[in-house]
């Protein structure tokens, strides 16, 4: 029997990003829908997290960034909280290795220290089978929030110039970035949000200042390698002009 994913990751893709961002939300909705319990819905997204590794594989993206948990989500039911902790160790315990023989590069950003002990020691023995790999680098975001970061990078700043290793005048957007998240890799080139809101909820504000967005209306577990095949199809009708108006950016291409 065919597989039907040979037929959708076929679609020939130009100009494709080289690091996408996704803010995975409507696994709730998804099992609400469903009569379930919205547990169900965060085990049902872990499938489309696969589908969507697969395909950024695939396509040879260079990184690809999935908002797990903000920082914001403590406030949600305990009991949903713990659930989303013991998910975050199930699958831990049993995907890294395939992550690992995939070549794929595993990273966590966010404020991990809040974290229970035995999650953070599984944080780092994930990271550290993968730190060598040369293929995607897959970065999930946990306990993370953009205003977080942007207050460590300041923090940090502040203590290089308290230690004499840089002067204030020294502190600018270049010099601030280096102390963010991701900040070895490209700034982000498409951010995709599904479940249809339109908002980023605190989410690598720095790292998306330049990024293309595609609000998807598909529900998280929805969101498999057809849907994602089709935002990066989507992505690559765009013209990014970064300040300049399309008239420059012809006369750029005219001249290359």
Wanted: proline residues 3%; contains cysteine.
């Amino acid at each position: 029997m065919d597989d039907p994913r040979a037929a959708i990751l076929a679609t020939p893709i130009t100009n494709k990003p080289e690091h996408v961002a996704i803010i995975m939300d409507g696994n709730n909705r998804w099992a609400k829908a469903r009569d379930l319990s919205g547990v169900a819905g965060h085990k049902a997204g872990v499938e489309a997290v696969k589908a969507v590794i697969e395909t950024a594989v695939h396509y040879e993206l260079k990184a690809l960034t999935l908002f797990a948990f903000s920082s914001e989500n403590w406030r949600r039911p305990p009991l949903e909280v713990r659930a989303l902790m013991d998910l975050f160790v199930y699958v831990l315990e049993r995907e890294v290795d395939k992550l690992h023989e995939h070549n794929i590069r595993l990273r966590i950003i966010g404020n991990t220290s809040e974290f229970e002990s035995g999650l953070q020691d599984l944080i780092i023995k994930a990271e550290t089978l993968t730190e060598k790999n040369t293929g995607l680098q897959l970065n999930i975001a946990a306990n993370y929030g953009g205003h977080w970061d942007i207050a460590r990078a300041a923090r940090q700043a502040a203590s290089a110039v308290l230690e004499g290793q840089m002067r204030v005048d020294d502190i600018d957007e270049k010099s601030l970035a280096n102390w963010l998240c991701l900040s070895d890799l490209p700034a982000v080139d498409l951010c995709v949000r599904t479940s249809g809101e339109q908002r980023i909820s605190n989410f690598l504000l720095w790292q998306l200042a330049y990024a293309e967005f595609v609000f998807a209306p598909d529900l998280w577990p929805e969101f498999q390698h057809q849907q994602f095949v089709d935002t990066l199809v989507e992505f690559s009708k765009r013209q990014r002009r970064f300040g300049c108006t399309a008239e420059q950016l012809e006369q750029q291409e005219a001249g290359a």
